[in-house]
């Protein structure tokens, strides 16, 4: 059977040897020349806790990863972990905490779950024929789908027991790394010492070979993808009880990454090739140059474009050591005698490893005063609301001459939490923080807590968490106002549409609640329809769309926030401004011109750079241990034609 280990030339030249030893661990190198560049760059990556951050960034895509490496090393692909394991944290805190049952039937089910997503794939590629890619990426939209309609599009709260998944033992040592080395190792000997591991190599190699030798394919690649499922549901429940939560739009995009750390780590994409050791080297990749970009403050788009160019390059590595003329050893031959060379190599390498570790040791206990280095936190920059914030609070930190790091955790949970630790293990002097979602941001910022670090929030609350101050518009307040705004412009009768932001952030909560709060003395307004866009314009204009062909004679819209708000103007076209009034929320630039143009009639404006400036002052009078106040609220206020010349956000 293929494994990626190659067979050395005889009589190569010393010259060959040191190339081919280079080729043959070129993710272990990458990832060695990687912690020495980052070690060098910043003095606050050689840090215990920071390495043991990257040990527990490095989990859930390296369970995720295991799974998928089974996938690939047979040839397939699978599309759908990230959403499967999103799917099988929401079944287990769904049934332990909203059915009553016990947990440990909970995580049976939650697993169970995994398991048989796993299967379905598997059916559908075994006996229907699908192509793995189309199989899994329609389990990919079917698992988030019923992951939303379990929990109702918002999180649930996780079972405590199941949460100290995401704790430490002994105070130091997390307990998701713990569970990522088990897994791989449970992973390293289902490749290398079982019967379907041994399958997974052949149908790898040559699937018509392996048919034709009496190996029953279409049962192997069942339980192949069944396997994959079962990870999956570990992954989503690590994750899950890092977070305090499971959220049903967790580990979004996953599932790219689980595939690069597998093909970062050497096995191949035409199947054959992997190992559980390349896929753990390779998902620390990713974790480290992660947690290394944020502490040298690169732009989380930047991050992407650095990670693009990694996995190209090692597909790159991968073709070229096939051109190099490698050919794989069989399963069972040459395994022992090449025991020794590979021990000593990873000995060397270990060695070289702690040796850095050492030396940068050395170099970087010097830093700078702390109580002017401050941490940004924003859920998102794709939204002009959340680049506003930033623009402010930039402003307010260089008038200060504070150093602001602002990091940007693109609507997911999870990376938000690996930016709050990092924060934490740099020592910051405060970190200001815009959750995704308020109960998710809880650990991270309790983490904080522990290490006496002031967290201010900003726009949105932290659940189960303790801020020095919370930084906010009335949101309550502020859709009370849409309410009565859009309810007198209709003269009081009519029927309306609401565009939600995203389900679960405490700001499409509340200005829900208060938008519905404020209907209640217009009953002549009749809601006919409402539906998630999740604050984005481009689903702004598609759930228009949508609501228009159910409800044409709609009279007005209300939008959480204004990019939804632009995006039903456009499906409306003619109508916005004329027949039907639209109202937004944020008073942002684009808002605003379209209120100047008489398109949107109202947004229930914010001042989000006021809301970053705000934030910042307070956060470093909290550095400082001077006493701020627990809740500052920046007024909003309605901007229509007749005042928007006069407004200034």
């Known amino acids: 059977m293929a494994t990626d280990t190659l067979k050395r030339t005889t009589g190569a030249s010393g010259a060959s040897a040191v190339r081919r030893l280079l080729l043959d661990n070129g993710a272990l190198s990458a990832l060695i020349v990687l912690v020495i560049a980052m070690s060098l760059l910043s003095g606050d990556f050689l840090t215990t806790q920071n390495l043991l951050n990257v040990g527990v ?33 929401t079944v287990l805190a769904w049934t332990a905490t909203s059915e009553g049952v016990p947990v440990w039937i909970a995580v049976i089910l939650a697993i169970a779950t995994g398991i048989a997503c796993g299967l379905v794939n598997g ?9 793995p890619f189309i199989a899994t990426l329609a389990m990919l939209s079917v698992a988030r789908g019923l992951s939303l309609v379990i929990s109702q599009g918002s999180p649930i709260a996780f079972p405590d027991s199941v949460s100290h998944l995401g704790d430490t033992l002994g105070g130091w040592l997390p307990v998701p790394v713990l569970v990522m080395i088990v897994m791989g190792l449970i992973t390293a000997v289902i490749l290398g010492r079982t019967y379907i591991g041994r399958s997974m190599y052949a149908i790898g190699g040559n699937e018509e070979a392996a048919r034709l030798s009496g190996l029953r394919v279409k049962k192997q690649k069942l339980a192949i993808y069944a396997l994959s499922g079962l990870f999956a549901a570990a992954a989503g429940i690590v994750l899950a009880s890092r977070l ?6 967790a580990a979004q995009g996953y599932e790219l990454d689980a595939i690069a750390a597998v093909v970062i780590g050497g096995a191949s994409l035409a199947g054959g090739t992997g190992k559980a050791s390349g896929t753990l080297i390779g998902a620390l990749i990713l974790a480290v140059l992660r947690n290394g970009l944020n502490l040298l403050s690169v732009s989380a788009f930047w991050q992407q474009v650095v990670i693009g160019v990694v996995i190209a390059l090692a597909v790159l590595l991968d073709t070229v050591r096939r051109k190099a003329g490698a050919t794989p050893v069989a399963a069972g031959t040459g395994a022992s005698g090449k025991k020794g060379p590979q021990a000593v190599k990873f000995a060397l390498a270990a060695v070289l490893v702690a040796a850095v570790l050492g030396a940068m040791s050395l170099f970087n206990n010097s830093s700078s005063p702390a109580n002017q280095k401050l941490g940004l936190s924003l859920s998102t920059l794709n939204n002009p609301f959340f680049v506003q914030i930033r623009e402010g609070a930039q402003e307010a930190a260089k008038k200060a001459g504070a150093d602001l790091t602002v990091t940007d955790a693109q609507n997911d949970a999870s990376q938000q939490a690996n930016q709050l630790q990092n924060f934490t293990s740099e020592g910051l002097g405060s970190i200001i923080v815009n959750p995704v979602d308020s109960d998710a941001a809880g650990p991270a910022v309790r983490a904080a807590n522990k290490a006496d670090i002031p967290v201010i929030g900003v726009d949105r609350g932290v659940n189960k968490a303790d801020t020095a101050a919370l930084v906010a518009s009335d949101n309550v307040a502020g859709g009370r106002l849409a309410a009565k705004t859009l309810a007198e412009k209709l003269g009081g009768t009519g029927e309306i549409v609401i565009l939600q932001g995203q389900a679960g952030t405490s700001a499409s909560r509340e200005r829900g609640a208060g938008f519905a709060e404020g209907l209640k003395d217009y009953p002549g307004i009749k809601v006919v329809a409402k539906q998630p866009a999740d604050f984005d314009r481009t689903k702004g204009l598609d759930v228009m769309t949508n609501m228009l062909q159910a409800h044409p004679d709609v009279d007005g819209v209300f939008a959480e926030n204004d990019e939804m708000a632009l995006g039903a103007i456009k499906a409306l076209g003619g109508k916005a401004g004329t027949s039907v009034a639209v109202i937004g929320f944020d008073g942002t630039p684009d808002g605003l011109k379209a209120v100047k143009a008489g398109t949107l009639y109202a947004s229930v404006a914010q001042q989000p750079k006021e809301l970053g400036r705000i934030a910042v002052e307070n956060a470093l009078k909290a550095a400082e241990g001077e006493k701020v106040s627990e809740t500052v609220k920046v007024p909003v206020k309605v901007v229509t034609s007749e005042n928007v010349d006069a407004f200034s956000g």
Not at 58 to 79: K, N, P, R
């Open 57 to 89: 960034q490095a989990a859930v895509t390296a369970i995720l990863a295991f799974g998928v490496t089974f996938v690939i090393v047979s040839a397939g692909i699978d599309l759908s972990v990230g959403s499967v394991a999103a799917l099988s944290a």
């Open 123 to 131: 059916v559908l590629i075994s006996y229907g024929k699908l192509p």
């Open 244 to 249: 305090s939560s499971a959220q049903p739009q």
